[in-house]
């Protein structure tokens, strides 16, 4: 089994950073790739960004190219997501998500274990 705890969250205003952390923990031997997900009252969850095992490979939604940037520190099994210039429109929960694997996917069905998610509140 594996733990995912995020941290980071909080009230931000227009135009201004936070970084979230996911620290894994438990059976985390083994390659996997990292994501982020994100979802604001009354829509779906959402794909923000991912990262494959060694950090080569990233994916980010259309939406924050440019403001957002993942990475991972594998001697520690944490992820961080990095965001700049946000936007009220990020305002959401975002979760950290583990997939068991090599591949990079986006789907939030193909992901094995999930945090319990962080608020990210961006006032205009």
């Known amino acids: 089994q594996v733990q995912l705890v995020e941290s980071g969250g909080g009230l931000v205003q227009t135009g201004g950073s936070l970084r979230l952390s996911c620290a894994a923990s438990?059976?985390?031997?083994?390659?996997?790739?990292m994501g982020w997900f994100r979802q604001a009252p009354g829509k779906e969850r959402e794909s923000v960004s991912a990262?494959?095992?060694?950090?080569?490979?990233?994916y980010y939604r259309d939406s924050v190219k440019g403001r957002f940037t993942i990475s991972r520190d594998n001697a520690k099994n944490t992820v961080y997501l990095q965001m700049n210039s946000l936007k009220p429109e990020d305002t959401a929960v975002y979760y950290c998500?583990?997939?068991?694997?090599?591949?990079?996917?986006?789907?939030?069905?193909?992901?094995?274990?999930w945090g319990q998610g962080t608020q990210v509140t961006v006032s205009s």
């Open positions: 998500a583990l997939r068991l694997g090599t591949v990079l996917r986006t789907e939030s069905r193909m992901y094995n274990y």
């Open positions: 438990g059976r985390t031997f083994g390659s996997y790739v």
């Open positions: 990262i494959s095992w060694g950090g080569s490979s990233t």
